[in-house]
């Protein structure tokens, strides 16, 4: 299984963006795909992540302005991010894992890591 994000890039605050991590080698409903974050001088941290059963799931700082979802026919998760901060500013990641939901936070439960993709939010 493979993992593609796409669509970062440089917003003003208050703007909006959306994330697609395109899945190949496998069908996306066959796992939990999640995305997290890493800011400069930063460890990453977990964002969201749209369980194969149809869960959500946000980190606290995200919620109500960023949403999840699955695209079947795509093979893609995508992540809307509306009402940026520039404290959003970070190097994008998505992964694949089969773990059990109560894991999908822990970025060690994770098997497939996507290349990150830069979000940057000037103020």
């Known amino acids: 299984v493979q993992l593609q994000a796409s669509g970062g890039g440089l917003v003003q605050a208050g703007g909006s963006l959306t994330l697609s991590c395109a899945v190949s080698?496998?069908?996306?409903?066959?796992?939990?795909i999640g995305w997290f974050r890493q800011a400069p001088g930063k460890e990453r941290e977990f964002v969201s992540a749209?369980?194969?059963?149809?869960?959500?799931r946000y980190t606290d700082p995200v919620k109500g302005r960023f949403t999840i979802s699955r695209d079947n026919a795509k093979n893609t998760v995508n992540l809307q991010m509306n009402s940026l901060k520039p404290e959003d500013t970070a190097v994008y990641f998505c992964?694949?894992?089969?773990?059990?939901?109560?894991?999908?936070?822990?970025?060690?439960?994770?098997?497939?890591w996507g290349q990150g993709t830069l979000v940057t939010v000037s103020s």
């Open positions: 749209f369980g194969w059963s149809g869960n959500t």
């Open positions: 992964a694949a894992t089969t773990s059990i939901w109560g894991q999908v936070t822990l970025e060690n439960a994770y098997t497939y």
């Open positions: 080698g496998g069908s996306v409903r066959r796992y939990t």
